[in-house]
């Protein structure tokens, strides 16, 4: 990594319940090679009393990882914060910012945004767990707490407890009257008020997120912020994400094709089908590789079709690339040319 390389949150894609999870980062990861990749939010007590290993392991090419807790306990998050460390992940990132009721009903998630002084403590207690950077990701704002003065006030506190990176999704939450879904899309991207952030509080990271749908969206928030996180865009139109060391990172690597990108991701995949997982849990994160371009329906009616049968192996991912034309797989994104939003 060169050593004017830029600061590791510069683009990252957004902690995704059910999505982010390690088949969809190994994916990502045959994509790009510097993006910061976050876990789905996983629970404190499913660290401490599920299964451990289901939930935090992972395979040495996706680093740079960051693992996201969901909790409130101090001592819960400090422990979990330890057994991260103990895994390799890269950061620990606290949920402020899940609206949905099961994760409200547990005291953890946008409600902490609340109780600025719960999240000091518990951040305080995972920076004397570990060596590993600990950031919060949170909303601009909650309900009728919405108002500039308490989201400063929020960011003072627990910045005062250690935290020096905030990522902070752009958009309010209602925390009843709006599903998850709706908080994602219904309340207004306020860009502005996280400006504003960055400009009060100059000597912390502050990350934006919400409503990023392209690289070219990413690099004009860079221009102001110290990082971009990509959601819903990065899932469902993940090839965008194969520029992103040469058109974000400014590195001298050529972006790979998305048959580049299959192959590349076929030997894990065999490799997880050998250790009894099925196909279409392994594939389903690739859906969208072939978004608006001729041969994307073949290939998700393909993997939608037959990978979920008994025994379903590389044979038909290699059935699903047939119908792809050549031109789409080998047609490699040249400087300028950007992969197409996802619609709607």
Known sequence: MPASSPPPHTLSVAPMMDWTDRFCRTFHRTLTRRTLLYTEMITTGAILHGDRDRHLAFGKTEHPVALQLGGSDAAALAECTRIAEDYGYDEVNLNCGCPSDRVSSGSFGACLMASPDVVARAVEAMRGATTLPV?????????????????????RTVAAAGCETFIVHARKAWLSGLSPKENREIPPLRYD?????KADFPHLTVVLNGGLLTLDAARDAL???????????????????????????????????????????LPFVAAELQAGQPLNRVMKHTLGLFAGQPGARHWKRTLSERAHQPGAGLDVVRDALAGVPAEVLDTRMDAGERAAPPAG
């Open 193 to 197: 008020v996280v400006r504003q952030l």
């Open 135 to 155: 950031t919060v990701k949170h909303r601009i704002g909650i309900d009728d707490l919405d108002s500039y003065d308490h989201l400063s006030h929020f960011v």
């Open 223 to 265: 221009a102001w912020a110290d990082g971009a996180m990509i959601g819903r865009a990065a899932y469902q139109t993940p090839y965008l994400l194969a520029a992103a060391d040469r058109d974000v990172f400014g590195e001298d690597r050529v972006p790979p094709t998305r048959r580049e990108a299959i192959e590349a991701f």
